[in-house]
T-cell receptor, first 114, second 113 residues
Framework: AQSVTQLGSHVSVSEGALVLLRCNYS??????LFWYVQYPNQGLQLLLK??????LVKGINGFEAEFKKSETSFHLTKPSAHMSDAAEYFC????????????FGAGTRLFVKA | DSGVTQTPKHLITATGQRVTLRCSPR?????VYWYQQSLDQGLQFLIQ???????AKGNILERFSAQQFPDLHSELNLSSLELGDSALYFC?????FGTGELFFGEGSRLTVL
């Protein structure tokens, strides 16, 4: 079975500062990895995904993530935070373990200070 | 707009009752997923259907059941409701079988009193 751990339920940064949201996964088979964002009263929407190939993945709104197999990590970064980035972020892993299940981490709420 | 439609958006009911949540996936998507989101449990995978067949099961209680109909819409039935079933229930759809992006609806917020 696969699992996802997001380090830090809350992260606070100043506007213009680096955003780093941490995600570690566990999977017995090669995983597909995703980051989703959830704004208040909305469903989740995809920021970026890793399936195969290049380990540095670029997504929407200036976010990117790097797949590091040796560290079983898929951390999300953005060089400069904007106020509009304040939201909850979920890391997710999909693996074929007797059916494709997409398992989500507990989420990290990002606060951006002016 | 993700293209996934969920109804109702809000539902208030009493313990012991039964409710049905409905989901219409994006046009052409064959996979439908159901998730439960609560403050203490986070986002929990319940069940997945692909073209009418159950394909993966998560932490779905026996009091809950789901199905996907020939027109690809899906329903999640919750029965003998308890206070702890109060949560936001999301439906998501995907155009690929298990490995692609999930498109989420806006959720159905269930309150059990």
């Amino acid at each position: 079975a696969q699992s996802v751990t997001q380090l830090g339920s809350h992260v606070s940064v100043s506007e213009g500062a680096l955003v780093l949201l941490r995600c570690n996964y566990s999977s017995s088979v090669p995983p597909y990895l995703f980051w989703y964002v959830q704004y208040p009263n909305q469903g989740l929407q995809l920021l970026l995904k890793y399936t195969t190939g290049a380990t540095l993945v670029k997504g929407i709104n200036g976010f990117e993530a790097e797949f590091k197999k040796s560290e079983t990590s898929f951390h999300l970064t953005k060089p400069s935070a904007h106020m509009s980035d304040a939201a909850e972020y979920f890391c997710a892993v999909t693996a074929n373990t007797g059916g494709f299940k997409t398992i989500f981490g507990a989420g990290t709420r990002l606060f951006v200070k002016a | 707009d993700s293209g996934v439609t969920q109804t109702p958006k809000h539902l208030i009911t009493a313990t012991g009752q039964r409710v049905t949540l409905r989901c219409s996936p994006r046009s052409g998507d064959l996979s439908v997923y159901w998730y439960q989101q609560s403050l203490d449990q986070g986002l929990q995978f319940l069940i997945q259907y692909y073209n009418g067949e159950e394909r993966a099961k998560g932490n779905i209680l026996e009091r809950f059941s789901a199905q996907q109909f020939p027109d690809l819409h899906s329903e999640l039935n919750l029965s003998s409701l308890e206070l702890g079933d109060s949560a936001l229930y999301f439906c998501a759809s995907s155009g690929t079988f298990g490995t692609g992006e999930l498109f989420f609806g806006e959720g159905s917020r269930l309150t059990v009193l």
